[in-house]
């Protein structure tokens, strides 16, 4: 389990796929705190590391993990939002992630604001996922608030430390990020499906 709030934003050295998987080689300065089959969010991704050398560790993603993430079009030297699995005795400083990312969507707007900056981001409809107004998201691992929700549409306000501590600040139009819905509205929402069956 997660809780949205990054603690590193690090770089991917190296990219080697074998058959349909993808290894990430990332130099990121926690890898030094890092241990062989440990849980680390990337992008929002949950992945296992798998080794470590030096400031360089390396996690896997599979063909299923590809298709339903972003992780699929990162190159090497690219930047990804780094978090470790949550303490059970440490502070909800965001919200309850899980590092299962339900869909990708696609950066419409980055504006800058008067000290802020505000993106908005549009999802595929069909696996009916929703956001409210002043819920929890989870974009590329960082948990956010949402502001100006629709159908398939939403936007969030990004402060000054958020924009320059995570991925935000290389986000422009046209990007795809992964996104993981607020946990408690999805058993709100597939309860209300069963109930209507």
Avoid at 43 to 59: A, E, P, R
Avoid at 60 to 73: F, G, Q, S, V, Y
Avoid at 162 to 171: C, P, S
């Amino acid at each position: 389990m997660f809780t949205g709030i990054i603690e590193e934003v690090a770089s991917i050295s190296k990219i080697e796929r074998s058959g349909g998987n993808i290894h990430y080689s990332i130099q990121a300065n926690l890898a030094n705190a890092l241990k062989i089959d440990q849980s680390v969010a990337h992008n929002g991704v949950c992945l296992t590391v798998v080794d470590i050398s030096g400031d360089v560790y390396k996690v896997t993603a599979i063909d299923e993990t590809l298709n339903k993430t972003n992780l699929k079009h990162l190159k090497e030297g690219d930047l990804v939002n780094l978090e470790r699995g949550m303490r059970m005795n440490a502070h909800l400083d965001g919200h309850i992630v899980q590092g299962h990312v339900d869909q990708v969507a696609t950066c419409e707007r980055a504006e800058t604001k008067d000290g802020s900056w505000e993106f908005t981001f549009s999802y595929d409809p069909k696996h009916m996922n929703v956001t409210i107004e002043k819920g929890s998201i989870t974009i590329n691992g960082v948990s956010l608030t949402v502001v100006n929700s629709k159908l398939n549409e939403f936007s969030v306000a990004i402060i000054p430390y958020t924009y320059e501590n995570t991925t935000f600040k290389t986000l422009k139009k046209g990007d795809v990020v992964n996104l993981e819905f607020d946990v408690i509205g999805k058993y709100v929402k597939r309860l209300m499906e069963l109930k209507s069956l």
